[in-house]
């Protein structure tokens, strides 16, 4: 019987291979190498640091993370070492969207700004950009995109520079992995010489990567009026965030962007499905049925009726110590319809 070990967070997965696997729930500080040593697979989030520290004492050769990102996992020493990855592209993209413009409703209307008469630059035109872009044009907004991997691939004139979105958007929000090789890396690419570009005092959004944003600079960045404010769901160095950003940040929350009852049923039955097929067991599914994408049509008020971000942020900023807590403990909320 194959002997795999979950991740106790991830939600409406339990019991559903017990069954069939010899399975062990843990708690993220409790996935270490000696829970390990015995393991033929692992489903995990992002909190699980799978190295060569974790597994090179471990007959696993499976894992499986209920996330769109992989920065958590070294894929080098995966492949190197007959290690299958599979994740969850996508799972929670209606999510982040739907953060994204309950976020920039709040803003518009503390600015007394009409959302027709601002310019949006989507910085990462994946599986959430993609939905960004398609909602703020239904929206009004005028729409820049910039996706150098993308642009290159294509050649097609849909792309703009990082340069150009810096100097002529209000808005820019950033959907990006975290990546630090060349030529496309996204480390702080928000970072002191990108936002001295910025001329219309813009509202930076980040919900992709923390360290796609250097904090430093984006907090110095506000100081000076260079930038108007930021949304921050993601932060370099969580769960220990920057009390500076904090206090700067009109929105600020504990990285539950992508935290939708929707998106965490997609996450679960993908993983489960990566898992069955990998191990030719059969097929599981949870008990619940989800649309597999987001709503093809949107208001700002259907928006702001679904999610409104300053809940979030005002128990963040009473109390940041609890992070960690906040975003194991979250309320699953629905996406917009």
Known sequence: ????????????????????????????????????????????????????????????????????????????????????????????????????????????????????????????VGNVGSIVDRWARQLGMKVMLCDPPRAEKEGDSTFVSLDEIARHCDIITFHTPHTTSSPHATHHMCDSRFLSLTQR???????ARGPIVDTQALVSALDAGIVADTVIDCWEGEPHISAQLLDRALIATPHIAGYSREGKIRATEMVLSAFTQHFNLPQVHTAETVARGAAETVTLDSITASYNPINDTTTLKAAPHTFEALRNNYNYRPEVK
């Open 1 to 124: 019987m194959i002997r795999l070990v979950i991740e106790n967070k991830i939600p409406f997965i339990k019991g559903l291979l017990d069954d069939i696997c010899d399975v062990k729930y843990l708690d993220p500080d409790d996935i270490t190498a000696d829970a390990m040593r015995n393991a033929d697979a692992l489903i995990t989030r992002t909190r699980t640091r799978c190295d060569k520290s974790l597994l090179q004492h471990s007959p696993c050769r499976f894992i499986a993370t209920a996330t769109i990102g992989t920065d958590h996992i070294d894929l080098d020493y995966c492949r190197n070492n007959g290690i299958t990855v599979a994740n969850a592209p996508g799972c929670n993209a209606p999510a982040v969207a739907q953060y994204t413009f309950a976020s920039i409703a709040h803003w518009l209307d503390l600015k007394h700004r009409p959302i027709d008469s601002v310019i949006i630059g989507i910085v990462g």
């Open 201 to 207: 005092k813009p509202l930076i959004i980040n919900c």
